[in-house]
């Protein structure tokens, strides 16, 4: 099997595959327990807490854990919610967001907050002037994604967060598909709040992390709550947490050559597409104003639904996908797609192939192999 669909997930590598399974073995004791079995976690979760947090450039105290991405995301855009002055009711989030986002919207909504949600400009980018104009006096929180999840564009939220914090608003942001991928500092980003997870960054599955930097009003979700200083019941998974650490350290320490083998691969892709005149368009293209992570190529497959080519390279051998695998089942276009300017019938032929740590030419030859028999049987069909 070639796997193609690190974007939706990653294999636990060696160094938090060790560290979870020594933990399980030798520090299993509760948290939150006195004796000297809980203070061995508890320390660990201190220690995990702090290492979080110096990866991403901000303080021990705001880093709360959580089961993944998508329960940060809720967890810590609510809670903010919930600590505004009660006429801050309105809050904004870009047209890009993660799935989990559009659920939590329905949900607020039904509590009485009011959604604004904003689309980016011509070029995919959030920026001041698409902001602007939405800004209200009873606006609390914006939320922008880091990078879109499926097609890898990158938001500039330093740029953005001058003009909400003069204005008193606060700033959320997802950057689950950037943590571990690219820099990601809440300081020089100005963000008031984050979302990462541990399984994109070759960590254990239900494991993640919001940060809520400290001074931020929140209230908790779930009242009269313990755990993690209140953000969030149930026994806290130490060793998860410590294996988690161990993987983001060691993408942290690796990051530079990542990205110049994903660059290496980007091209190699992108040329062998065009030597076959495969009639992929691609959904974003870096250029000096726009930044996309090197590792996720969007692109829409004209001629075909991206379901269906997925289908067809999962019969071969080869695992891609066709977007956010939160989305997966639902068979409408994504909002995002259309938010680039994609029609309805072009998202639907949208896939995604997005590398790893261990990804080759060679496989990413066989994709390309594939692709181009999908063209010529395309072609063949039309020409009868």
Known sequence: MIYLDYAASTPMCGEALNMYNVLNKEMFGNASSLHDAGGQAAYTLDYSRQRIANMIGGQKEG?????????????????????????????????????????????????????????????????????LPHLREDTGLVSVQHANSETGLVQDLAALSPLLRERGILLHSDAVQTFGNIRVDVESMGVDALSVSSHKVYGPKGVG?????????????????????????????????????????????????????????????????????????????????????????????HGYEGQYVMLECNRKGVCISTGSACAAGHHDPSPALQALGASGREALQFIRVSFGRTTTIEELNVLVDILTDLTHRKERSLSR
């Open 63 to 131: 880093i709360y854990f959580t089961t993944g991405g998508t329960e940060s995301n809720m967890l810590v855009v609510q809670s903010i919610l919930n600590g505004l002055p009660q006429h801050k009711k309105h809050w904004i989030m870009s047209a890009l967001e993660h799935h989990s986002m559009y659920n939590l919207a329905t949900l607020l909504e039904r509590q009485g907050y009011e959604l604004t949600i904003v689309q980016p400009d011509r070029e995919g980018r959030m920026t001041r002037e698409t902001l």
């Open 209 to 301: 992390a919001a940060y809520l930097k400290p001074g931020t009003p929140w209230r908790p979700v779930y009242p009269d709550t313990l755990h993690e200083n209140g953000f969030r019941p149930g026994t806290v998974n130490v060793p998860g947490i410590a294996a988690f650490v161990a993987a983001a350290e060691m993408m942290t320490e690796q990051m530079e050559s990542h990205q110049e083998r994903y660059t290496t691969l980007r091209r190699h892709f992108i040329t062998k597409i065009q030597e076959r005149s495969i009639p992929l368009r691609w959904a974003v293209q870096e250029s000096e104003n726009k930044a996309v992570l090197h590792h996720i190529v969007g692109c829409f497959f």
